[in-house]
């Protein structure tokens, strides 16, 4: 009950926000248009706004963990600390999605539809451990970001060693946003009123 409950909670989450940000240039035109924005600011609502979510789905998932065996209070801290790297990952990605989306009209389609497909490669509803090692669903795993950044969170609250492999993809995918929000951001964001 709490590998799957705190797992759909984090997929909501990221998935959410990375939705909400390929079109939320093209939500907010007439406010882009009427003047000087800091168009990092829409993405931050967007974030802030799925946090809010998060926040009312926090007492339910605290009960779930509570009724289930797997639970480990002393992995609250680490999971708190991977939370933040989420939220960070988050944010910096959904800067380079948002500036996707404006120039790509049907992004957020695509991106939906990628994010359904992702949904049965995450270990959300099923147990890492229960995949074969060296199996094609492990390789497709293993190369899927939403299943690092779910485990950040989810493997110290259920007892669960976080594998190292996690810490570097989650490590070059940190990097890798932060440059792709600065790059994007830096290179393309005057074009926004344009596009959209």
Same mark, same amino acid.
């Given at each position: 009950? *709490?590998?799957?409950?705190?797992? +759909?909670?984090? +997929?909501?989450?990221?998935?959410?926000?990375?939705?909400?940000?390929?079109?939320?240039?093209?939500?907010?035109?007439?406010? $882009?248009?009427?003047?000087?924005?800091?168009?990092?600011?829409?993405?931050?609502?967007?974030?802030?706004?799925?946090? $809010?979510?998060?926040?009312?789905?926090?007492?339910?998932?605290?009960?779930?963990? %509570?009724?289930?065996?797997?639970?480990?209070?002393? &992995?609250?801290?680490?999971?708190?600390?991977?939370?933040?790297?989420?939220?960070?990952?988050?944010?910096?990605?959904?800067? *380079?999605?948002?500036?996707?989306?404006?120039?790509?009209?049907?992004?957020?389609?695509?991106?939906?539809?990628?994010?359904?497909?992702?949904? %049965?490669?995450?270990?959300?509803?099923?147990?890492?451990?229960?995949?074969?090692? &060296?199996?094609?669903?492990?390789?497709?795993?293993?190369?899927?970001?939403?299943?690092?950044?779910?485990? =950040?969170?989810?493997?110290?609250?259920?007892?669960?060693?976080?594998?190292?492999?996690?810490? =570097?993809?989650?490590?070059?995918?940190?990097?890798?946003?932060?440059? *792709?929000?600065?790059?994007?951001?830096?290179?393309?964001?005057?074009?926004?009123?344009?596009?959209?």
């Amino acid at each position: 009950m *709490a590998h799957v409950g705190v797992s +759909f909670v984090l +997929f909501r989450l990221i998935v959410t926000v990375a939705n909400d940000c390929a079109s939320t240039y093209r939500v907010h035109a007439p406010y $882009i248009n009427d003047g000087k924005v800091i168009y990092t600011d829409y993405v931050l609502s967007t974030l802030v706004k799925s946090l $809010i979510l998060f926040l009312f789905a926090v007492p339910v998932l605290f009960v779930a963990l %509570l009724m289930s065996e797997q639970f480990d209070p002393v &992995g609250i801290p680490m999971a708190f600390a991977g939370l933040l790297i989420v939220i960070f990952n988050v944010y910096s990605w959904g800067v *380079a999605i948002s500036i996707l989306g404006a120039k790509l009209p049907d992004f957020s389609e695509f991106l939906a539809n990628l994010t359904m497909m992702l949904f %049965l490669l995450t270990p959300i509803v099923w147990y890492p451990s229960s995949v074969p090692e &060296g199996s094609m669903q492990n390789l497709f795993m293993k190369a899927n970001p939403l299943h690092h950044l779910i485990a =950040i969170v989810r493997d110290p609250l259920v007892d669960v060693a976080i594998e190292p492999l996690t810490w =570097i993809y989650v490590a070059i995918m940190t990097v890798l946003g932060m440059f *792709a929000a600065v790059f994007s951001y830096k290179n393309f964001s005057k074009r926004i009123p344009v596009w959209i």
